[in-house]
């Protein structure tokens, strides 16, 4: 206690503890920069990206695709599984969902 | 008959010598193996701790004297190239998703407050007897991160290492028991129910870019800190990346399995009778209780002032998880909010002051080596 050096103990507390708050203030001004940048560049670029990568197909490509294909195949592939109902158009025969439905209705 | 030979044989036997500091330190070491088999509290460390401990104390064994097994396994991985800290720091980061904080950065003024309890401390120890070097050593403790206490003590006060180390880790395994009175008196019922909003989605890029701006910005400030969290963001890295799958399982797993065992078995070796029996240990265990509990009331205090400014509250008790006993402060959080309602989900918010008490209590450790070494 007697030889403890008062006042280079309260520099560390002081310089120490807000020297801790001073880095990570830092950081955290870092962070929001770069997530920033990164979100606008992700919007901006990635959006295009995908938009040339993941072509969303048009209701006539799938009807033609599904037509071309049920030529080749025989009748029960074409079973919808219910988890496609909500989604026909995607799932490629809305005839044929329709028309199973009034089948279930009338049994 | 040769009666000299029978005597030298006699002597030459461990039992002859045991004094009664060799049983009471045997007493812990049992207690540990014991409180890490019936109570799971932290096993990975105090089954080893506690048979380090036992083996140390056994008298004429030598192990930890020069040349011995455990002074080699000391010597080389903790006094004198110190890697084991920083090798566990590279699993932790393996380990650690640090996406709660990015979403919210704020919080790291959170992980900041809560090293209250280490400068605190600090002064504690100093008013108790402790020179500079050993109330930094045990003004960590506050930081309620085990690997940072032994990098800063075994750099500092090497010969207080069993004993902050054990304060550090026992404590850390206590926290479910420290934490909620303090979070309950330091906070009222309508604190306690403040529902936060959900924490928008981290992409993958910012994720890796965190890793490297981090490492960057820690080291450039308190480049003292670099070995600790280079390897913290390293760990980090090789998780986000995702081409590196062999590393970050070998980190995550193998690598830090093995840097505990032999970081268990050193802290142990460190404790033998005639140094872990003095006042002093008392003290440790005493002021690391202290640094704790301002630790918790620093987050807690900070998220309140927080809320004075902010739109958008915070739930105090988030504050509390800035100690960095990663995850169980932020559990204890979740489960003292959930107390109050049992819809109340905030443990992804503590999340961010968990983690980033990480990073605030190895930029302490590193500014005090900074100023002290």
Known sequence: MQGTNWGQAFQVFLYGFSGVFFCLLILLMGIKIFSKISIWAQETFGKKKAEEEVKIPTEYEVMKATISVEDKLPEYVFMIPDSFVEYPMIAGDKNLVDKKEKEEETD | ?373
């Open chain 2, 1 to 373: 008959m040769d009666a000299s030979l029978f005597n030298e044989v006699i002597s030459g036997m461990g039992f002859i010598h045991v004094t009664y500091g060799h049983v009471i330190m045997w007493g812990i070491g049992l207690t540990f193996i014991l409180l890490a088999i019936l109570k799971n509290y932290e096993p990975l460390l105090l089954v080893p701790i506690g048979f380090g401990m036992i083996i140390v104390n056994i008298p004429l064994t030598e192990m930890m004297k020069e040349n011995g097994l455990l002074w080699v396994f000391y010597h080389f991985a903790i006094d004198k190239w110190d890697i084991l800290p920083p090798l566990i720091f590279l699993g932790i980061g393996a380990l650690t998703d640090f996406s709660p904080m990015i979403a919210a950065p704020k919080t790291l003024l959170l992980g900041a407050a809560a090293q209250l309890g280490v400068y605190v401390t600090f002064f504690g120890s100093i008013l108790l007897g402790f020179n500079l070097n050993e109330a930094a050593s045990i003004g960590i403790i506050g930081g309620a991160d085990g690997p940072t206490t032994i990098f800063l003590t075994s750099k500092l006060a090497p010969h207080l290492l069993g004993a902050t180390t054990v304060a550090a880790y026992s404590y850390m395994a206590m926290v479910p028991i420290i934490q909620p009175p303090i979070m309950r008196l330091m906070t009222t019922r309508e604190e306690r129910l403040i529902k936060m909003r959900t924490l928008r989605r981290v992409s993958r890029v910012e994720r890796v870019g965190f890793a490297l701006v981090a490492t960057l910005i820690i080291c450039f400030l308190v480049p003292a800190a670099a070995p600790l969290v280079s390897m913290l963001f390293l760990g980090n890295l090789f998780r986000e990346c995702g081409v590196v799958e062999r590393l970050t399982k070998t980190a995550q797993n193998e690598l830090i399995n093995i840097v505990t065992i032999f970081l268990g078995i050193c802290i142990g070796a460190t404790m033998p009778a005639e140094v872990f029996l003095r006042p002093q240990s008392l003290y440790i265990f005493f002021l690391g209780l202290v640094a704790f509990s301002f630790s918790t009331v620093g987050g807690i205090i900070l998220a309140k002032f927080m809320n004075l400014f902010l739109k958008e509250k915070i739930n105090p008790l988030i504050g509390a998880a800035g100690v960095s006993a990663v995850p169980m402060a932020a559990r204890v959080a979740q489960i003292v909010a959930r107390g109050e309602n049992k819809h109340n989900y905030i443990l992804m918010h503590a999340m961010g002051p968990n983690v980033a008490g990480v990073i605030g209590t190895a930029a302490a450790a590193g500014l005090f080596l900074s100023m002290l070494k």
